[in-house]
Structure formats: structure tokens, C-alpha cells
């Protein structure tokens, strides 16, 4: 009923920026909070930043500085620009939208920070 697409993931040098969108799409609905997490490779998935309906944003302290999240509410999309990033940022990304009362996920983007 409620799809997620993410995109923007991609191969990267330390140091360099990428900038991930997540559009959501359906039958109408109401986004209450529109996020982003990830997991690596042997870790378990952990926030990174969320923005809601009310204008209020807030980032993981391991991005915090680094990466910007920003919302189109025009065409439900949330976007996550990431700048200075590190080998450790190497994961698989994750869209999340909240529309009460429930939590929808994309199927994730790849963003890889290496030499």
C-alpha cells in the first residue's frame, strides 16, 4: 500500500558526500516522520536521522556535523546529504516513514566509503 524507494547510494572516497532521497508512494496518506538508518556487515541496525511533520530534525551523535537531513513534503521524499564521510559509514542505508500508526521501510541503498 505504501512503497519506499530509496536511491543515491554508491561507491565514495573518504572525505566525499553523497546524498540519498527516499521517496514514498501510494494511496494517500498523512507522513507523520520520515527517517533514516543503517546497518554494516556484522553490526545491527542503528538510527541516523529523522525529521518530522512538525519541522523538528535530530541525528545520531555519529553523523551529527556531518550529514543534513531535509524533506520535500510535496512529493514525500526525505533526503539525507552526507558530507565528510568515513569507512565506518559503510552500510546499508534504510528509509522509514511514519504514517500513525504504523512504520514502513524501503528496501535500502548501498553506500560504500572506501580507497
Known amino acids: 500500500q505504501v512503497q519506499l524507494v530509496e536511491s543515491g547510494g554508491g561507491l565514495v572516497q573518504p572525505g566525499g558526500s553523497l546524498r540519498l532521497s527516499c521517496a514514498a508512494s501510494g494511496s494517500a496518506f498523512s507522513i507523520y516522520a520520515m527517517g533514516w538508518y543503517r546497518q554494516a556487515p556484522g553490526k545491527q541496525r542503528e538510527y541516523v536521522a529523522t525529521?518530522?511533520?512538525?519541522?523538528?530534525?535530530n541525528y545520531a551523535d555519529s553523523v551529527k556535523g556531518r550529514f543534513t537531513i531535509s524533506r520535500d513534503n510535496a512529493k514525500n521524499t526525505v533526503y539525507l546529504q552526507m558530507n565528510g564521510l568515513k569507512p565506518e559509514d559503510t552500510a546499508v542505508y534504510y528509509c522509514k516513514v511514519t504514517i500513525w500508526p504504523s512504520d514502513y521501510w524501503g528496501r535500502g541503498t548501498q553506500v560504500t566509503v572506501s580507497s
Open positions: 525529521s518530522t511533520n512538525g519541522g523538528y530534525t
